[in-house]
Structures are given as structure tokens and as C-alpha cells.
Nanobody, 116 residues
């Protein structure tokens, strides 16, 4: 079992930056690929970014490519999402998701609101 706790959400102006963190419990963090998803009001949850177990591979949704950066620190059991050049359409609850084979765990989410 992996428990995930996101933090770093809040209110930010358009064009601004925010860094989200997701802290994981357990000693097997480095064996999980880590992901960020988001869900805007009235919309389905959508993929944002993923990072491989060692941090060597990353992949982004087209909507955030070039603006968001995912990273991880396996020594701290934490994955980050650096969000730059934020837009009002980035407003959503951001969720951390850990997966390994058929296992998957979600965090509780953190709200990011971007004002215009």
C-alpha cells in the first residue's frame, strides 16, 4: 500500500508559477512510476505528466508541454510538478498517481486556481 499526500495548491494569477509536491509513504517509492492528473469542474480527470522510476523519462500532455515540469526525488519519496506560465484553463484539482504493474494509488488532490 502506498499513501500519497499532495500539497502546494492555491490561488495564482495567470502567468504565474506554482510547484506541487506529492509525498509518498513506504520504502518502495522508487519502484513506482509517478504521474500527475487533473480534474476541472464538470470535466473528466485528465493526464498531465508522468515520470519513470529513476526520473530519466518524462512525458507530458500537449496542453502543458513546455510549461510544466515533472521531477522526483527518490531519497525524499516525493514527486513534484513545477507549473509555469499558468493559464485560467489550468484551474483544476491536481492528483498524484503512483503505478506499478497492476497496482495504482491516488492521492486526495490539491486545488489550483488560476485567476485571469
Amino acid at each position: 500500500q502506498v499513501q500519497l499526500v499532495e500539497s502546494g495548491g492555491g490561488l495564482v494569477q495567470a502567468g504565474g508559477s506554482r510547484r506541487l509536491s506529492c509525498a509518498a509513504s513506504g520504502r518502495t517509492f522508487s519502484s513506482y512510476a509517478m504521474n500527475w492528473f487533473r480534474q476541472a469542474p464538470g470535466k473528466e480527470r485528465e493526464f498531465v505528466a508522468t515520470i519513470g522510476r529513476s526520473g530519466g523519462s518524462t512525458y507530458y500532455a500537449d496542453s502543458v508541454k513546455g510549461r510544466f515540469t515533472i521531477s522526483r526525488d527518490n531519497a525524499k519519496n516525493t514527486v513534484y510538478l513545477q507549473m509555469d506560465s499558468l493559464k485560467p484553463e489550468d484551474t483544476a484539482v491536481y492528483y498524484c498517481y503512483a503505478n506499478r504493474g497492476t497496482e495504482g494509488y491516488w492521492g486526495q488532490g490539491t486545488q489550483v486556481t488560476v485567476s485571469s
